[in-house]
């Protein structure tokens, strides 16, 4: 039901395939209320283009006049929308009322008759402040209305709500079980208290641990959440989908929305937006529609902001900036910086969904930006696969201007004249050999001036493991002049050190595993420099093409003659997918990988490595890129899973 | 010419007063092409309410026809245009094209002619790689042609620019100079390459070194600044013109505006924009245009974009939001970080023009919020102003939840009951006395859970600079019940600390200066507190009303009786706002000073201070609050120097 289109980490585009059409994801479902639809849904279809609402099913359960209407025309009929629609089960209301009148199963029925899209089923909100144990109970109950749901959904899609109040290993736990039925979406419950409060970080644990239960290709609705404050954070952890009830319920009350929080009207000198509504009303215009009850102008207002808020988070993506601009949006409050700050502690697990690399720089927005899973992914393989050359010195630079190459050629120059020495950089991402300067992200990066003591503190820190490793008999920070004489006194011996060999040696290595280098070098290598940039464009290893380097992001792709290389040498699973026998032919022919064809995959690939697309003999049949990592290849039933460049004919 | 209505820091809302209506500030001229207007200046008003726009006066002057044109229908005939024209005087065409052909003094003359509202003097624009010596040359050519254009001008208002290329010291001092000309704007030329080149921090340095030599009164246009990303911080600084030819270049070139960046048409897979023009287009139909040369759509969107930041800034600056919202949105380019970072280096000039209170909450959006001028102020004044209770322990306390005496009630009660004690927290704004808990910005600032490094370690520094000051025998951070047996040691001795008489006694002298609380508390002290809150309402001393505290910030304000004891004990200027003659019966009166009629002023008031008006006598004629510090006050010639809240009549 769900297919991948684009991602940044765990924030992805996607599409739900609904009866009544294709969802773009993230969306945001406005809430309809049915027994005041103040903007109709088709309306707002026409306003907005939504193509997907939700409503309540126990509220129209519980009217005689709406279940009826319902029941004859079916809740498209009654909404008078042709798009898709999505139901609530009246969890929520046993939150606010305590209790409600239903069975599990009736409304789960009632969905599914109605012709709902997305039916829900209900499942026991837990409070913020329930004990564990009773958090425990409501699991398993949820649990279990969920399996018996599952059983008599039919046509209906299915969501199942993960609950677990404040507990991270009870969310992950009901994620897990939920998983194991065949439902379509898991919706996440139970946080609107936390969010009305201000609580962010606990959100952001309970949706990390979540997702960590949940299998990546179910889309995962974050309930109740309905303030674009915290929709780009949200997206970032893999929600998808939002609804919003805050659009009417502020209006109502006489407030506007807007991206970093809300205004009441009265607190108001202009209105800081370029909506069609804002750009016909004034203050006045507005404080006097609030002083006649009238909210509706004000909730177009409302939505307005919260659709281009979800575009804005799109947009990110397809940039491949979403965590830079999560870092932005978290100045809008204090507690979600603090949740932002928070992120640090989940970078582990975030580094398997983060792309190898990205379309646009890295922006350095503050502290937070070196705990960006990226950074940690550099400085996990800087120190597992990178292999130093062996020269008699090392000598170290401060960050400098990018290209390091560039920036440091006198320098460079210089000190080879005097001694054999390779150069590695004091830079925010940790120590940055000289010759991977080119690679993503390190050219395409963006730094202030002047950095937080927490971020020279890392860099420091990352330098002196780096240097307690004993690599060199000598390493020197460069310090004008002074090194230079030092470095004489050292023993005069012109450098060996060839940049480019070293390049391509350290980049291959650093992309494909400690040992890439070696093999695909071979003893008798060739390079093929652009005439324009003077960059290594081809690599040519023994009269066979083995590798390009792309200008974009100084990395990699991959050529047959490599990937049989490295095949060769590298033993499975490493660089591998596996895929299923029906597949084979199809790849071999140079079409993509689709995820229901992997079988297996090496858990070490991230989306947009390079890989090697092998049959369950382990015979070379395509090589291309991944757009999945392992998790995420062996859940999803749609989609592409690895973009191939060119299939292996058998021979 | 220009009246101020409402400031935060250097940030102002103003009213520039034209012979074609009154402009609202901070505002954004579009520059209109007077030989292809593809948004007319009369659309401009119907869309987006433009009530002024700048032309090129050196452009209509060098065509014949529109030359004929302006001098037959004038200037606001030629763009059919009844609002507010301001015109550039070929400046930036001699900085594109090396030399125009016209006089200074001619074109100031043409300009006048045409009856443009706003006229330019020919300033001479110094290159970023100018020497000082030839940068120099140039100024003094510019106060030259400036003092001489200003001798024609007659009836139009004149801008004399300021230059200096990238020298601060060049920049004051030609700022100085055209302080001393009678002229009605000074923008701040040749700051496009800088900005081209995103050297934000340069162009900080620029504006402030300017602000520091220009009259306050004199409003500042920053030439050639289209970007909105630079907006927020410009004013943040002073500026309050702002003029875009960005609009259409961009527009042209296929580029959309937005808050944070440009984006190219084809980067795009979404507008993330909720404008009327987006609203209605797509991707692909910007896409088209483009394809078709027709940019005007895109120009259009691009206006809404700028005039929409324009629009947050003025709210933010109502609120008292400024400096949160400019760090929020420095971390669109790692160069504006750095400019934002750099502020700190100018808080001791900045600290001068911020209010002593806002209306909204201090919320901490990183590292740099601690180097707010706020901050600044707080430390100054604690260690100029603030006298310690004599008590025989100091306990200081981590920073905790708001406000601190209520969260640390039960360990001042049970540290209280054992020992003579004081309270201090270790707070992000320094060392605070428990007693000044409810003072602004300490209990309406809100801080994430994690502070940076960087934050700690000023705290840090802060404490021990408090603590080596000596004044408690003994002083011990708060680490439980260690604590307290450890006070127990230090002898028993109920505590004399009287939380109330302490909060009047240290608020007053924080906010009035040293020796305050002691004169206003007298010997016979009665607060009055409220019923429903329990907090401090009035204080009064010997049977008279002196001080009533806000609820709002905690902060007093001045009654009658109060002032007597102020003015009698405290010798001028302290507090002292000094009104001509001319002015003082209306001020007995009750009515505010203008500041057209001040003759001295304090120069430790703030804005938002409560001042002690006098005549030249030193006699008490009003008390009120400042709106001005004392350098706008005598610089301004229109608008509400000191809002009075009660006269004393004469006896």
Redesign the interface.
Known sequence: MFELVARDCLGRIGVLHTKHGDINTPVLLPVINPNQMNISPSEMKKLFGTNMVITNAYIIYKNEELREKAQNQGVHGLLNFEGAIMTDSGTFQSHVYGDIEVEPQQIVQFQREIGTDIGTILDIFSEVDDKKEKVKKDVEQTIKRASEAVKIKDEMALACTVQGGVFPELRKYCAEELSKLDCELSPIGGVVPLMENYRY?EVVDIIIAVKKGLLPSRPVHLFGAGHPMFFPMAVLLGCDLFDSASYIKYAKDGRLMFQ?GTRKIE??????????IC?KNSVKDYLDMHKNGDYREMAMHNL??S??EI??I??AI??GRLW?YV??RS?????L??AL??LRHHKKYLERFETISKKSAF?????ESVHRPIVYRYEKRFFERYQHPRTSVQVGFEEGRRPYSKYYKNEIEKISELVDAHFIVNSIFGPVPIELDEMYPFAQS?????L???TT?RMRRLMEKHSHRGLFPFAVMWDGDQTLGLLGEVGRQKSKFDMDTQRVKSVADMQFGKGAGEILLGKNVKLIKSKKTGKIRNVISEGEHVLSMRASDGMFTLKIEGARKLHKDFFPPRLRVVVKDDSVHYNREGMNVFAKFVDECDEELRPMDEVLVVNKNDDLIAIGRALMNREEMLSFKIGVAVKVREGVKEV
């Open positions: 970080k970093d607190e108001m000198m202009e209105l800081p937006c370029s909506c069609p750009n307005h902001v659709f281009a575009k804005r799109r947009q397809f940039e830079e870092e932005k100045r809008a409050h204090p507690n910086l603090s700050k928070s922006f350095y927005t503050g502290p963006l730094i202030p001036d002047e937080e003591p927490e503190e």
